[in-house]
């Protein structure tokens, strides 16, 4: 069964820092991880499409970020629970967003940061304040 469970999102002042995680079912985590496949997490604004932030090639490690988002965002795995991280630092009001992760993702490169995932999270509200 594929399930992709966000958490740790919240609101915080600009500056701050916050980490989202994203808890896969053993099938979903180990399915794209050995299938070499990317996990992604987006974002989606009010009003806004939703956008790549950052992604993981599984079972290689490569990531990728957003030019928005390079140097304040780390992207990170934990195969041994099967969760996926975004750390998220010196956070901007225009971070304010939905994120959502997501797996089952194209086979690595700049694609990794583009919409073609089979499976997504219910996602979690981030907002940031000045």
């Known amino acids: 069964q594929v399930q992709l469970v966000e958490s740790g999102g919240g609101s915080v002042q600009a500056g701050g820092s916050l980490r989202l995680s994203c808890a896969a079912s053993a099938y979903t985590y180990s399915s794209n991880y050995n299938n070499y496949k990317c996990l992604g997490w987006f974002r989606q604004a009010p009003g806004k499409e939703r956008e790549g932030v950052a992604a993981?090639?599984?079972?290689?490690?490569?990531?990728y970020y957003a030019d928005s988002v390079k140097g304040r965002f780390t992207i990170s795995q934990d195969n041994a629970k099967n969760t996926v991280y975004l750390q998220m630092n010196s956070l901007k009001p225009e971070d304010t967003a939905i994120y959502y992760c997501?797996?089952?993702?194209?086979?690595?490169?700049?694609?990794?940061?583009?919409?073609?995932?089979?499976?997504w999270g219910q996602g979690t509200q981030v907002t940031v304040s000045s």
């Open positions: 997501a797996s089952d993702g194209p086979y690595g490169g700049s694609r990794c940061l583009g919409p073609d995932y089979n499976y």
């Open positions: 993981i090639f599984s079972g290689i490690g490569r990531t």
